[in-house]
């Protein structure tokens, strides 16, 4: 079973940057393909991006402010967050698919993790 803890979160200001981590354990994470999805209050649940295990593949929802990177000698994904908006607020999820092949919506993740909470206040 694979575990993932996001961290990172916090409440911060609009145009400030954030870099939020994703631990993993309890699964070879090499061999995942690794997400970011993110739920605002009173919304669905959205893509944010993802990276295949290698690293070679990302995919990002329309944003252009947000990298998506991974090391994995220390099980981590990470999503780097620049010129935050107070759109932006919401509980960012970690997700994880065994495989492959790259995360393109909730229904290619086998493991969330339980968020962290951005805040991006005017």
């Known amino acids: 079973q694979v575990r993932l803890v996001e961290s990172g979160g916090g409440l911060v200001q609009a145009g400030d940057s954030l870099r939020l981590s994703c631990a993993a354990s309890?699964?070879?994470?090499?061999?995942?393909?690794m997400g970011w999805f993110r739920q605002a209050p009173g919304k669905e649940r959205e893509f944010v991006g993802a990276?295949?295990?290698?690293?070679?593949s990302i995919n990002y929802a329309d944003n252009g402010r947000f990298t998506i990177s991974r090391d994995n000698a220390k099980n981590t994904v990470y999503l780097q967050m620049t010129s935050l908006k107070p759109e932006d607020t919401a509980v960012y999820y970690c997700?994880?698919?065994?495989?492959?092949?790259?995360?393109?919506?909730?229904?290619?993740?086998?493991?969330w993790g339980k968020g962290t909470l951005v805040t991006v206040s005017s």
């Open positions: 997700a994880a698919r065994n495989g492959p092949r790259l995360i393109y919506d909730a229904h290619d993740v086998h493991y």
């Open positions: 990276i295949t295990w290698s690293g070679s």
């Open positions: 309890g699964g070879t994470f090499s061999s995942y393909a």
